[in-house]
């Protein structure tokens, strides 16, 4: 068995974009090996059930793919270093190192006085663009009881998360020469669609996510400078949350703009677990003093619907996908603490 380090700088070394995890793949295939247990290799995911005996199915999910490198960066991306016992490279902190930690507290967990149940780890591919990973797995993994999310979130868990609605708004309108004036101008028309945008609020809060959220991310309109246009296109992101189905929001975008509002994607739905659940008071309990919370971002939670779900992992979400990303050493041991005892504590709080 590797070392909770070495395994991580191995794993950074390995460069992963989304769509091309084969090398990660085949590292873990090895270290799962030697683990002693039996992977499962389907497409660029990859799973291992470790068996305690009769018990519920508790699931571990983390991603090996990353954002691809970038620019600005100060280190080595690819070397991961350890310098000041910070591990540098991309990929350390969004998940690799959450996925070593995973797979070496499941090691702990079942090396001796194994649960009462079985772990099924999945270590999927495609993360960060949501395609061909945990989604397109499911469906040939037994239903798990449970389930934990590993993303970087300093050990707290997240109880809720919300989801994404992506909307395009056109504005229409007449061109006529600027020289000559007439006209509809669309710029102008959907300048009053992003006024009465920043006007929307959604009452409902909800106990974790608060309300939702809405911004114009983009805007795009007029040819020429002498031409009046006669559409200008703005894209519309949303925040959801459980209070207010996609449905609800769009209703309130049409009522509120005079453009023609379609819905880009409305399928990453905001999810929630019931903070009383026992997944929740594991991993409670694995982080005394830790607080539960609800996360903005998306991750492969949005596929587990249904299922009672944490999202938890070593590393602060703030650091992924930036220049000079890194995990500290003592964060990643912690981590790696922190899942066995969160397996341990789950299986005793599903059986009492
Ligand atoms: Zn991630």
Redesign the pocket.
């Given at each position: 068995m590797t070392g909770a380090v070495g395994l991580l700088q191995d794993l950074v070394r390995l460069p992963s974009p989304s769509g091309k995890e084969e090398a990660v793949v085949a590292r873990l295939e090895a270290e799962f090996r030697s683990l002693g247990w039996t992977p499962e290799v389907r497409g660029r995911n990859i799973t291992a059930l470790l068996d305690g005996g009769p018990g519920p199915l508790l699931l571990l999910n983390s991603?090996t793919d990353t954002v691809p490198v970038g620019a600005e960066w100060t280190k080595d991306p690819l070397a991961a270093a350890v310098e000041d016992g910070r591990i540098y490279g991309r990929g350390s902190n969004?998940?690799k190192g959450c996925l070593t930690a995973m797979v070496l507290g499941a090691a702990r967990a079942f090396s001796k006085n194994a649960p009462k149940g079985r772990v099924l780890l999945a270590a999927t591919c495609e993360?960060?663009t949501l395609g061909q990973g945990l989604e397109k797995l499911l469906p040939s993994l037994p239903r798990p009881d449970a389930a934990v999310v590993g993303?970087?979130t300093g050990l707290q868990p997240a109880v809720a998360q919300k989801g994404l609605v992506v909307l395009e708004i056109t504005a229409r309108g007449r061109s006529a020469h600027a020289a000559w004036g007439g006209g509809v101008n669309a710029v102008e028309a959907a300048a009053r669609d992003v006024l009465a945008l920043s006007g929307l609020s959604f009452e409902r809060a909800h106990p974790a996510l608060g309300t939702p959220s809405l911004n114009v991310t983009q805007i795009s309109g007029g040819e020429r400078h002498n031409v009046i246009p006669d559409r200008c296109r703005l894209v519309v992101d949303v925040r959801t949350t459980p209070d207010y189905a996609p449905e609800e929001i769009v209703a309130r975008v049409r009522a509120a703009v005079g453009g023609e509002v379609v819905v880009r994607s409305s399928r990453l739905g905001s999810v929630a677990t019931d903070p009383a659940h026992a997944v929740v008071r594991a991993a409670l309990a694995a982080n005394p003093g830790s607080v539960p919370y609800g996360s903005p971002t998306l991750?492969d939670w949005v596929f587990l619907k249904g299922i009672p779900t944490v999202k938890a992992g070593p590393g602060e979400s703030r650091r992924?996908h930036t220049p000079d990303e890194y995990l500290e050493t003592a964060e990643l041991e912690a981590g790696v603490a922190f899942y066995e005892a969160l397996i341990r504590r789950y299986f005793e709080e599903a059986a009492a």
């Open positions: 991603h969004d998940a993360e960060e993303e970087p991750s992924s």
